[in-house]
């Protein structure tokens, strides 16, 4: 932070002019922030800033602040590749599922198709037993 004070003496033959750099909040600022990235490569981690330089510190903040948002958007697109592999995981369990159900569809339409002949040859079988006993029973009562 930048103060001055102007003095001018009575007879205002004199004008004193004094500055003072108090760097105290940015350096306090730049203490606070003074963090390690271990998500960045190490040419990327922020440089500390000359505290004597606003700008410098002021880069030096921002650097700071996109560090902590690579880490969030880091994090995130982590999160979401976990989840992307669970969603994928229950896909291919699902498809699994889906066969197994077509298996057991067809297989329950074969074994439909194959009670329905059997029921068919069963009715034929008992058509033509009938038949034969009353044949038999009309041979004996003629013999």
Same mark, same amino acid.
């Given at each position: @932070?930048?103060?001055?004070? &102007?003095?001018?003496?009575?007879?205002?033959?004199?004008? /004193?002019? %004094?500055?003072?750099?108090?760097?105290?909040?940015?350096?306090?600022?730049?203490?606070?922030?003074?963090?390690?990235?271990?998500?960045?490569?190490?040419?990327?981690?922020?440089?500390?800033?000359?505290?004597?330089?606003?700008?410098?510190?002021?880069?030096?903040?921002?650097?700071?602040? @996109?560090? &902590?948002?690579?880490?969030?958007?880091?994090?995130?697109?982590?999160?979401?590749?976990? /989840?992307?592999?669970?969603?994928? %995981?229950?896909?291919?369990?699902?498809?699994?599922?889906? @066969?197994?159900?077509? /298996?057991?569809?067809?297989?329950?339409?074969?074994?439909?198709?194959?009670?329905?002949?059997?029921?068919?040859?069963?009715?034929?079988?008992?058509?033509?037993?009938?038949?034969?006993?009353?044949?038999?029973?009309?041979?004996?009562?003629?013999?």
């Amino acid at each position: @932070m930048i103060t001055s004070t &102007r003095r001018v003496s009575p007879d205002k033959s004199e004008v /004193r002019i %004094a500055f003072s750099l108090d760097n105290t909040s940015d350096v306090k600022d730049v203490e606070d922030l003074s963090q390690t990235f271990p998500d960045l490569e190490q040419r990327l981690q922020p440089v500390p800033p000359c505290v004597s330089l606003r700008e410098s510190v002021q880069v030096y903040k921002e650097h700071c602040r @996109m560090a &902590r948002e690579f880490h969030q958007v880091k994090h995130e697109i982590a999160v979401l590749e976990d /989840r992307r592999r669970k969603l994928l %995981a229950e896909l291919v369990e699902d498809e699994k599922v889906a @066969m197994e159900i077509a /298996r057991l569809e067809e297989e329950f339409r074969h074994l439909t198709e194959e009670n329905r002949n059997l029921v068919t040859v069963h009715n034929e079988r008992a058509q033509q037993l009938e038949r034969l006993c009353l044949t038999n029973q009309t041979r004996q009562n003629s013999s």
